[in-house]
């Protein structure tokens, strides 16, 4: 079976050959594919997977190139992993973000509308690519903002794109554990939009453990999100938020705090990662031991300011594993081999929200087969989750239909509507400020 990933040259692509690696299993992938349009970090990447798999044996033969055409020609599945602009444009969605007073983050706020921006038309030109060149492959994508470029994708491909992430994943496994559950045999009653979801629910052969949690503030502030967004807030709500929901529920803090630091979060990570693959350009270089190395670095960071906010200490180390790479690996298993299994994932709602149209894309638990994500029917939403969840979709749409017209006028309508933007005035001043620093903007008229 043969897997192509677009972004080959991207950091966290060794954490998916690796869990290539675990799979032994008849019908799994025996050739990868990466493709990155630039070759110089397809080598530095290509050095690691190469360490990796001298361990291994029968380890599924890795190429690279940098036609697009080529890479998707005869794929089984394709992980779309791209980052339009770099980590650099990432720096510039946060910097110019926060010289307004607004949220900078690559996936909530202006940061994730200006990379939306940028990212939906790459996306579909991809997506076009893969109907007349791959049109039986399956598209999982992992790029950010995941169920804003899921949907614009969707478009083109229907159910054959799927959209996944980790977060949810590792909010249902802290769950679970501070609860003393196996994560494996826990339904997770999760609903949401990508970076936009509350679990509702956790339930253990057939008993909901989830009040038991919150009735307990010493078990709930014992983990993550108890200590991110304190006892009384998520005992108030009655819920578990996805992690990002501190950027809306602690705007203000989150805001204060990023202006504050050093280096927002998408300068660390270029200057981190400019280091390793300036490192993989000796040959001598130990190419996993660096890649290690930087990783772990990375992972520890993570959401560091709202940590810090918060008053939240270090990560625990049983987090800082990453998982999106066992989730996209479940899903082509469970697609590839009708190994069926239950998975969040990003997919049209069909129905499933009320609130939404049937080709919204939305993340919830979903049953997968041979035939693709079902979404399981879930209960509606509170009132103040419905409201969140309504707005940003509105706003995703604009994004999509700025990205579709390159109409400036749309893009400005898109700023102005997110909850976390307060102003029309700054919503001008965002697409004045982003299409003056990112090239990939200059559609906008």
Same mark, same amino acid.
């Given at each position: 079976?043969?897997?192509?990933i677009?972004?080959?040259?991207?950091?966290?692509?060794p954490?998916?050959?690796?869990?290539l690696?675990?799979?032994?299993?008849?019908?799994?992938?025996?050739?990868?594919?990466?493709?990155? +349009?630039?070759?110089?970090?397809?080598?530095?990447?290509?050095?690691?997977?190469?360490?990796?798999?001298?361990?291994?044996?029968?380890?599924?033969?890795v190429t690279?190139?940098?036609? +697009?055409d080529?890479?998707?020609?005869?794929?089984d599945?394709?992980?779309s992993?791209?980052?339009?602009?770099?980590?650099?444009?990432r720096?510039?969605?946060?910097?110019v973000?926060?010289?307004e007073?607004?949220?900078?983050?690559?996936?909530?706020?202006?940061?994730?509308?200006?990379?939306?921006?940028?990212?939906?038309?790459?996306?579909?030109?991809?997506?076009?690519?893969?109907?007349?060149l791959?049109?039986?492959?399956?598209?999982i994508?992992f790029?950010n903002?995941?169920?804003?470029?899921?949907?614009?994708?969707?478009r083109? +491909?229907?159910?054959?794109v799927?959209?996944?992430?980790?977060s949810?994943?590792?909010?249902?496994?802290?769950?679970?554990?501070?609860?003393?559950?196996?994560?494996k045999?826990?339904?997770?009653?999760?609903?949401?939009?990508?970076?936009?979801?509350?679990?509702?629910?956790?339930?253990?052969?057939?008993?909901?453990?989830?009040?038991?949690?919150?009735?307990?503030?010493?078990?709930?502030?014992?983990?993550e999100?108890?200590?991110?967004?304190?006892?009384?807030?998520?005992?108030? +709500?009655?819920?578990?938020?996805?992690?990002?929901?501190?950027?809306?529920?602690?705007?203000?803090e989150?805001?204060?705090?990023?202006?504050?630091?050093?280096?927002t979060?998408?300068?660390?990570?270029?200057?981190?990662?400019?280091?390793?693959y300036e490192?993989?350009?000796?040959?001598?270089?130990?190419?996993?031991t660096?890649?290690?190395?930087?990783?772990?670095?990375?992972?520890?960071?993570?959401m560091?300011?709202?940590?810090?906010?918060?008053?939240?200490?270090?990560?625990?180390?049983?987090?800082l594993?990453g998982?999106?790479?066992?989730?996209?690996?479940?899903?082509?298993?469970?697609?590839?081999?009708?190994?069926?299994?239950?998975?969040?994932l990003?997919?049209?709602?069909?129905?499933?929200?009320?609130?939404?149209?049937?080709?919204?894309?939305?993340e919830?638990?979903?049953?997968?087969?041979a035939?693709?994500?079902?979404?399981?029917?879930v209960?509606?939403?509170?009132d103040?989750a419905?409201?969140l969840?309504c707005?940003?979709?509105?706003?995703?749409?604009?994004?999509?239909?700025?990205?579709e017209?390159g109409?400036?006028?749309t893009?400005?309508?898109?700023?102005?509507?997110?909850?976390l933007?307060?102003?029309?005035?700054?919503?001008?001043?965002?697409v004045?400020?982003?299409?003056?620093v990112?090239?990939?903007?200059?559609?906008?008229?």
């Amino acid at each position: 079976m043969k897997l192509t990933i677009l972004g080959g040259g991207g950091f966290r692509v060794p954490l998916v050959y690796g869990a290539l690696l675990t799979d032994r299993a008849e019908g799994r992938v025996t050739e990868v594919v990466l493709h990155d +349009l630039d070759d110089s970090r397809l080598y530095a990447v290509a050095r690691v997977l190469n360490e990796q798999a001298a361990v291994v044996p029968d380890a599924p033969r890795v190429t690279a190139t940098t036609d +697009l055409d080529e890479a998707l020609r005869g794929a089984d599945f394709i992980f779309s992993a791209i980052r339009v602009g770099g980590l650099e444009g990432r720096a510039h969605d946060e910097r110019v973000a926060l010289a307004e007073g607004v949220l900078g983050q690559e996936t909530v706020g202006a940061g994730g509308i200006a990379y939306g921006l940028r990212t939906v038309p790459v996306a579909v030109d991809i997506a076009r690519r893969v109907a007349r060149l791959a049109p039986d492959a399956w598209v999982i994508n992992f790029t950010n903002p995941a169920g804003l470029v899921t949907e614009a994708m969707s478009r083109h +491909l229907g159910d054959r794109v799927i959209g996944i992430c980790d977060s949810p994943v590792g909010l249902g496994r802290r769950i679970a554990r501070v609860l003393g559950a196996d994560p494996k045999q826990a339904w997770i009653d999760y609903v949401g939009l990508n970076h936009l979801g509350w679990v509702r629910g956790l339930r253990v052969a057939g008993r909901d453990e989830l009040p038991r949690l919150l009735a307990d503030a010493d078990l709930l502030g014992s983990f993550e999100e108890g200590k991110l967004f304190g006892v009384d807030w998520l005992q108030a +709500l009655g819920a578990i938020p996805n992690e990002y929901l501190h950027y809306y529920y602690f705007n203000r803090e989150a805001v204060r705090a990023y202006q504050q630091v050093e280096k927002t979060r998408g300068a660390f990570l270029a200057d981190q990662q400019a280091r390793f693959y300036e490192e993989m350009k000796r040959p001598d270089a130990a190419a996993l031991t660096a890649w290690d190395r930087t990783r772990a670095e990375r992972e520890a960071t993570y959401m560091a300011e709202n940590r810090e906010t918060a008053g939240a200490g270090e990560r625990d180390a049983d987090d800082l594993s990453g998982g999106y790479e066992k989730v996209a690996l479940a899903l082509m298993r469970a697609i590839a081999r009708d190994e069926r299994t239950t998975l969040i994932l990003n997919v049209r709602n069909q129905g499933t929200l009320s609130v939404l149209d049937a080709d919204a894309v939305i993340e919830v638990p979903c049953l997968v087969d041979a035939n693709g994500a079902h979404p399981v029917a879930v209960a509606p939403l509170p009132d103040h989750a419905t409201g969140l969840v309504c707005a940003v979709k509105g706003v995703e749409r604009e994004v999509l239909a700025a990205a579709e017209s390159g109409s400036r006028t749309t893009a400005v309508k898109a700023f102005a509507l997110h909850p976390l933007v307060d102003s029309v005035n700054v919503a001008r001043k965002l697409v004045e400020g982003y299409t003056d620093v990112h090239p990939g903007l200059a559609y906008l008229r």
